[in-house]
Nanobody, 120 residues
Framework: QLQLVESGGGLVQPGGSLRLSCAAS????????TGWFRQAPGKEREAILC????????NYVDTVKGRFTISRDNAKNTVYLQMNSLKPEDTAIYYC?????????????WGQGTQVTVSS
């Protein structure tokens, strides 16, 4: 079974940084588009960023522009979400997902999520 496992979440103060990891097992991530999504309490899940197999990046929301970046380490079969200048409104469960046909989806492999809480 294809699997994604997120890690790196936690509690951080406003203005701080976190790097989330998304490690794949039983498949090779650089053949897939990988997206990061988040779901805040009481809100619908939203797409944040996507990295295609060819390295193209898609930014789905203006609220993270200039603060969040997505990258991939093929040797580690892992995609990262670097989050800087974090704000309380970034508090959410963050998920990664993989799509075999590009960032337009569908994303058919999902991780279990990792909690990010931004609070003083």
């Amino acid at each position: 079974q294809l699997q994604l496992v997120e890690s790196g979440g936690g509690l951080v103060q406003p203005g701080g940084s976190l790097r989330l990891s998304c490690a794949a097992s039983r498949f090779t991530l650089d053949y897939y588009a990988t997206g990061w999504f988040r779901q805040a309490p009481g809100k619908e899940r939203e797409a944040i960023l996507c990295l295609s197999s060819s390295g193209g990046r898609t930014n789905y929301v203006d609220t993270v522009k200039g603060r969040f970046t997505i990258s991939r380490d093929n040797a580690k079969n892992t995609v990262y979400l670097q989050m800087n200048s974090l704000k309380p409104e970034d508090t959410a469960i963050y998920y990664c997902a993989a799509a075999p046909n590009g960032c337009s989806g569908p994303f058919n492999v999902w991780g279990q999520g990792t909690q990010v809480t931004v609070s003083s």
